[in-house]
């Protein structure tokens, strides 16, 4: 390595520094009940046993929406969630926001529903999903010491999900699928659009009972109702200390990096027919966060003659 710097210049730039950093994988297990539907035209005896030898779980993208809209998902193009949580570092309550560019555009079509006998059909809507997140705290009056950040209640969607299976039905092999972007039909025979799919949700809609569901309505009020389901979940908290030895103003940035997978899946009933297998999926979600303070500032660094930074 050359050490000559007789060719080299100082130059001055801006960059983050970082005060404090913190890591943590967080991993959460849970089981769920899932239906899926037997693709291609083989023919399957009824009663006969079920094997699954393989589970692949595929989607898009895992984010989070955020702390004021998360209960529901948007109704409307027209109001975008914004991507904002509420943070607390010690008692101090501090918002985090997102950038648009670190935005992931998930499309949901809910259902189409009849209003005075005539078909009414939904259009197209966005949810933002995130999973960056920044803001600024002034630490001033925070003591330096036994100095913890807190964020209760995060709720994860998933995008595009998709479960396959494949197996044996008796001594013939079947694939199958469980996908979330047609979930089940409404009464009108359509397709309801369950998408994004809120991971960290107890699962509230029973495939058995939704056209009861759907029923115990008014078709009139059909239209603000946004079926939803879960992947029985439970919302993440995060707890970090930290040590921090300035008091000046810093940015915090907080990045959230979600994985969802099968560890087993199990059958759970012989072949019953109409080309659908229910099976017992044990699911995994692991988050890992990654959390930031940091400063803007100026340090000086070595450069050959001929190169600017």
Excluded: W
Excluded at 100 to 128: F, G
Excluded at 300 to 305: R, S, W
């Amino acid at each position: 390595m050359n050490k000559d710097i007789s060719n080299m210049k100082i130059e001055g730039i801006l960059a983050n520094k970082i005060y404090d950093k913190a890591y943590k994988n967080i991993v959460k297990e849970s089981l769920k009940s899932e239906e899926f539907i037997i693709t291609g035209n083989e023919k399957y005896i009824k009663g006969d046993k079920v094997s699954i030898d393989k589970i692949v779980v595929d989607y898009n993208f895992i984010g989070v929406i955020d702390d004021g809209d998360s209960l529901s998902l948007p109704n409307s193009n027209n109001n975008k969630n914004s991507g904002v949580i509420n943070i607390k570092v010690n008692n101090k309550n501090i918002k985090l926001f997102n950038t648009d560019k670190k935005a992931y555009k998930s499309n949901y079509i809910q259902t189409s529903y009849v209003l005075d006998n005539k078909k009414v059909n939904k259009t197209p809507n966005l949810v933002y999903l995130y999973k960056e997140f920044q803001g600024n705290i002034d630490l001033k009056n925070i003591s330096l010491k036994n100095n913890f950040l807190f964020k209760y209640g995060l709720r994860f969607f998933v995008d595009n999900l998709k479960i396959r299976i494949k197996g044996k039905i008796g001594e013939k092999e079947f694939e199958g699928v469980k996908d979330y972007r047609k979930y089940n039909k409404d009464l009108n025979k359509n397709y309801v659009d369950i998408n994004p799919v809120e991971i960290t949700r107890e699962d509230t809609l029973d495939l058995s009972n939704y056209e009861n569901y759907i029923n115990s309505y008014n078709y009139k009020v059909l239209k603000n109702i946004n079926p939803e389901v879960g992947l029985n979940f439970t919302p993440v908290n995060i707890f970090e200390k930290l040590n921090i030895e300035e008091k000046n103003k810093m940015k915090i940035k907080l990045k959230l990096e979600g994985c969802l997978f099968a560890k087993e899946v199990i059958s759970v009933e012989k072949y019953k027919g109409n080309n659908k297998i229910r099976s017992l999926i044990n699911y995994v979600f692991q988050i890992e966060s990654y959390i930031y303070f940091m400063n803007k500032e100026k340090i000086a660094v070595f450069v050959k003659e001929e190169e600017h930074l």
